[in-house]
């Protein structure tokens, strides 16, 4: 008989991947940024958010588009590894501003299969706050913990920084709230993905060809 001891394992996880990027934003950045201010920005639930949804067509965040891009083709090869060939691609991308007081409402990205957020300037002790797809059926039968865990918390919130990219399942629930020590504003760049190419295998009549 072996000694074997009791082990706790993580099955089914929520995949939120998260890199800094090795510069700040260059002043051909800033300058782009402030031009899609200028350009309108829409007062949202807590918060503003462009008018311009396609921000990376913005030829001064080409850079920032590169390396969001780039940490989406690791994010796909690590989590969700398709023997097809398909080519992840970023659809809409649109920037955040959330003024001292403000807060971002819980929502999710539809019509998304992974959604990213660049932060270009955060606030002291900023979070984002992401809620578990399962918590429903987890609170059916309600414990009180004694602390809360990854393994009992229905939420769970993560640190964000400046020039970091997070990135996440467009289907879980997400927000920020109100951070009581900010003094100034929070920027944010948001997008969404979708891919190109064959889906599934045409003997499982699975196969989807998007092109």
Known sequence: MTDQKPKLQIIFPSPVYNEKRDSNLTPREEKGIGRIVKEGMNENFGNFTSN????????????????????????????????????????????????????????????????????????????????????????????????????NSATWALPVNTNELI????????????????????ISLSFNTFARGIWGRRKDATELILK
């Open 167 to 186: 990135l996440f399942p467009s289907y879980i629930d997400h927000q920020v709230k109100v951070n009581e020590k900010a003094t100034t504003d929070r």
């Open 52 to 151: 311009n949804r396609y921000i990376f067509k913005d030829d001064k965040l080409k850079k920032i588009k590169q390396f969001c891009e780039q940490q989406l083709k690791i994010y796909v090869e690590k989590v969700i590894n398709p023997a097809e060939e398909l080519d992840f691609y970023i659809t809409q991308s649109w920037l955040n501003i959330t003024k001292p007081g403000g807060y971002h409402h819980e929502h999710f990205h539809a019509n998304s299969i992974i959604s990213g957020v660049f932060y270009i300037s955060t606030v002291e002790d900023d979070k984002i706050e992401f809620k578990d797809p399962n918590s429903k059926v987890k609170t059916m039968l309600h414990f009180q913990p004694r602390e809360y865990n990854i393994w």
